[in-house]
């Protein structure tokens, strides 16, 4: 999270989205995730882009060590499908759906062999040389997918203070009260809390601050209920656009 102090009044911290998943690594600009379990080289295809991705291609030797590196470190036996045939034409390997060519290949020796071997896979022997399978054969799968944009979420906290720079916090509207470290943290209670629209935050015993989440905002709130209190500071979101 990042801080940008722009003046005593106005606060703004920016949350970026995680960008890959928790279950997933991530290499290049890519995410990977491996599924353990074994099946053939079609209903691996079909998992992955059902999970929004399709089945890894590695474009370099470092992507390859990578996607080996990811497998063996999670499974002890067996090989992996990668997501390239030739089943249109011999010879000629191909991504599924419309993912194009593909045109990086580090073979064991020997390979590839035949017309009734259709897709490749990480060949365990030779320490995850390219090999050419029957795709009906079962195999773990690893399904890779372009890393998701982060997106920044920029959230600023105006605080409101009257004449002579005293303060005066909203009152009558408090849905809940509890200690903060301070404005951050009492601010980011007020995102998470669907009915919260402002935030006081007084002065509590020594070294201790108390959050209020309020419901209204100061301009909807009745007069009578904005209080002048030194000891507290009135807060509400900003609307800007980044
Ligand atoms: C806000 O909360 C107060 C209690 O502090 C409640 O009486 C009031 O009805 C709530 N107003 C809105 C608009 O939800």
Same mark, same amino acid.
């Given at each position: 999270?990042?801080?940008?102090?722009?003046?005593?009044?106005?606060?703004?911290?920016?949350?970026?989205?995680?960008?890959?998943?928790?279950?997933?690594?991530?290499?290049?600009?890519?995410?990977?995730?491996? =599924?353990?379990?074994?099946?053939?080289?079609?209903?691996?295809?079909?998992?992955?882009? !059902?999970?929004?991705?399709? @089945? #890894? &291609? /590695?474009?370099?030797?470092?992507?390859?060590?990578?996607?080996?590196?990811?497998?063996?470190?999670?499974?002890?036996?067996?090989?992996?499908?990668?997501?390239?045939?030739?089943?249109?034409?011999?010879?000629?390997?191909?991504?599924?759906?419309?993912?194009?060519?593909?045109?990086?290949?580090?073979?064991?020796?020997?390979?590839?062999?035949?017309?009734?071997?259709?897709?490749?896979?990480?060949?365990?022997?030779?320490?995850? =040389?390219?090999?050419?399978?029957?795709?009906?054969?079962?195999?773990?799968?690893?399904? !890779?997918?372009?890393?998701? @944009? #982060? &997106? /920044?979420?920029?959230?600023?906290?105006?605080?409101?203070?009257?004449?002579?720079?005293?303060?005066?916090?909203?009152?009558?509207?408090?849905?809940?009260?509890?200690?903060?470290?301070?404005?951050?943290?009492?601010?980011?209670?007020?995102?998470?809390?669907?009915?919260?629209?402002?935030?006081?935050?007084?002065?509590?015993?020594?070294?201790?601050?108390?959050?209020?989440?309020?419901?209204?905002?100061?301009?909807?709130?009745?007069?009578?209920?904005?209080?002048?209190?030194?000891?507290?500071?009135?807060?509400?979101?900003?609307?800007?656009?980044?």
């Amino acid at each position: 999270m990042k801080l940008i102090r722009l003046s005593g009044f106005i606060i703004c911290a920016c949350f970026y989205a995680e960008a890959c998943q928790p279950v997933q690594e991530t290499f290049g600009g890519s995410c990977y995730q491996l =599924l353990t379990e074994t099946m053939t080289w079609d209903q691996g295809d079909a998992a992955c882009s !059902e999970m929004g991705a399709a @089945l #890894a &291609v /590695p474009d370099s030797l470092e992507e390859h060590q990578f996607i080996w590196e990811m497998f063996t470190g999670i499974v002890t036996v067996g090989n992996l499908w990668i997501g390239c045939n030739d089943r249109e034409e011999e010879g000629k390997w191909m991504q599924s759906g419309e993912g194009g060519e593909c045109n990086f290949f580090n073979w064991a020796p020997g390979e590839p062999r035949g017309v009734y071997s259709d897709c490749i896979q990480l060949w365990r022997l030779p320490n995850g =040389l390219m090999d050419d399978k029957g795709c009906s054969y079962p195999r773990s799968v690893i399904c !890779e997918s372009p890393v998701p @944009l #982060a &997106v /920044p979420t920029m959230s600023c906290l105006q605080r409101y203070a009257d004449v002579r720079s005293s303060s005066h916090c909203l009152t009558g509207h408090v849905i809940k009260e509890f200690s903060a470290k301070g404005v951050i943290s009492c601010g980011s209670a007020c995102r998470d809390e669907p009915r919260c629209r402002s935030f006081n935050l007084r002065r509590g015993g020594p070294g201790e601050m108390i959050c209020q989440l309020n419901n209204i905002t100061r301009n909807e709130a009745d007069v009578k209920n904005i209080r002048l209190d030194n000891g507290c500071k009135y807060f509400e979101f900003l609307m800007l656009s980044v």
